[in-house]
T-cell receptor, first 120, second 113 residues
């Protein structure tokens, strides 16, 4: 089956602009999470969506936002870009299951190839 | 806040040598997951450990979850050049089994042929 698809793969933007990144999860996966990866901070959680609702949010400023559509596809938006926003943005999807089911099945998150954002 | 720490940050080994990375959480975890990221790639899920003291093997890789469910380790026996990459551990929010993951900073493994 197809993996997690992120578009675009690369982006170059200037400070002050805004950007929208897209993520199509694995078919059947309803949980979509976004992470920012930088050499300095590692992998940091941005937010998680499930059934079009934001279920968790990390410690990022309000310039970072996201949404999920009824087909589970997700987008994240960064407004008023800063140089420090340059990073690899990763989307991860998961077959959402709770409690005992989650614990007894050996599955984690499937990451997309990411969008490499460079802010100049 | 909740933290996951991982050591060492870098490890350089000659092919055939063993490798171990250690992960420690500031809170008790319901499960711990391990991921591998090849250079220029994205994290790929390796395994999930759930039970206290659990040990799982995948060929040359051995994963352990501590008795207190706060620490974990990944051991690779007889490394190969294909093992090159960064290995991350990750755990969910305290009291949760899914959702947000807290990642360690990873151990970057380099293998000399």
């Amino acid at each position: 089956k197809a993996g997690v698809t992120q578009t675009p793969r690369y982006l170059i933007k200037t400070r002050g602009q805004q950007v929208t990144l897209s993520c199509s999860p694995i078919s059947g996966h309803r949980s979509v999470s976004w992470y920012q990866q930088t050499p300095g901070q590692g992998l940091q959680f941005l937010f998680e969506y499930f059934s079009e609702t934001q279920r968790n949010k990390g410690n990022f400023p309000g310039r970072f936002s996201g949404r999920q559509f009824s087909n589970s596809r997700s987008e994240m938006n960064v407004s008023t870009l800063e140089l420090g926003d340059s990073a690899l943005y990763l989307c991860a999807s998961s077959l959402d299951a709770t409690g005992a089911t989650r614990q007894t099945r050996n599955y984690g998150y499937t990451f997309g190839s990411g969008t490499r954002l460079t802010v100049v | 806040g909740q933290q996951v720490m991982q050591i060492p940050q870098y490890q350089h080994v000659q092919e055939g040598e063993d490798f171990t990375t250690y992960c420690n959480s500031s809170t008790t975890l319901s499960n711990i997951q391990w991921y591998k990221q090849r250079p220029g790639g994205h994290p790929v899920f390796l395994i999930q450990l759930v039970k206290s003291g659990e040990v799982k093997k995948q060929k040359r890789l051995t994963f352990q979850f501590g008795e207190a469910k706060k620490n974990s380790s990944l051991h690779i026996t007889a490394t190969q050049t294909t093992d090159v990459g960064t290995y991350f551990c990750a755990g969910p929010d305290r009291g949760s089994t899914l959702g947000r993951l807290y990642f360690g900073r990873g151990t970057q493994l380099t293998v000399w042929p």
